[in-house]
């Protein structure tokens, strides 16, 4: 593997035979969750410190780089690609974007939760804040939101949880190949 890709690394779902990659991949786990009974009213949350706000043409540029997304090639195109197919909230908060939850993907009606919350404003209830903002986004769209995360990720399976998302299906094997990686 020569590592000539553009982008940081690349990630491949599912692989039905992982011992192929041998030591070129990191290997991990994954799992999906759903909420239950969807769609069903899904509350809001009381006032919060900051104002949540659309992810848009006027603020894309702004959000992308203060929360470090990489929207313009990690997970779509571009960002005009992002902006016809995908959607996000995001939180204001004095003058600075701190907190982001947007579609990695959405497909087949399903949409792919990414949160980001930038380290010195985590455990403030910031994440849930705009994954709640999102998931009533989801909703109006009449979209499914979906959760996925690696397993050993407690803070993102406590987010999850917390909104009240369930298991979905079984986890799964999960690879990733540095761009750099020197196996």
């Known amino acids: 593997m020569s590592g000539d890709f553009r ?32 769609p069903q009213d899904f509350p809001s949350q009381g006032a919060s410190e900051g104002d949540v706000v659309d992810i848009n043409a006027k603020n894309v540029f702004a959000i992308d780089k203060e929360l470090g997304l990489d929207l313009e090639q990690r997970f779509w195109r571009g960002y005009d690609d992002f902006l016809l197919y995908g959607m996000g909230k995001a ?22 939760i990414d949160v980001a919350t930038l380290p010195p404003y985590r ?22 939101p979906n959760w996925d995360c690696f397993t050993n990720n407690p803070g993102s399976l406590f987010l999850a949880k917390s909104l009240g998302f369930e298991k ?16």
């Open 123 to 144: 455990k403030r209830g910031f994440g849930n804040l705009v994954c709640r903002a999102f998931i009533k986004e989801c909703r109006h769209s009449g979209v499914v």
């Open 91 to 112: 939180l204001l908060f004095n003058g600075e974007f701190c907190s982001a939850c947007y579609a990695a993907a959405v497909s087949g009606g399903i949409a792919e």
């Open 168 to 183: 979905y299906g079984t986890p799964y094997p999960f690879l990733t190949f540095q761009k750099n990686a020197t196996r």
């Open 7 to 38: 982008a940081k690394k690349i990630r491949l779902y599912a692989p039905s035979n992982s011992q192929f990659f041998g030591s070129r991949a990191e290997l991990s786990e994954r799992c999906q969750f759903r909420l239950p009974g969807w």
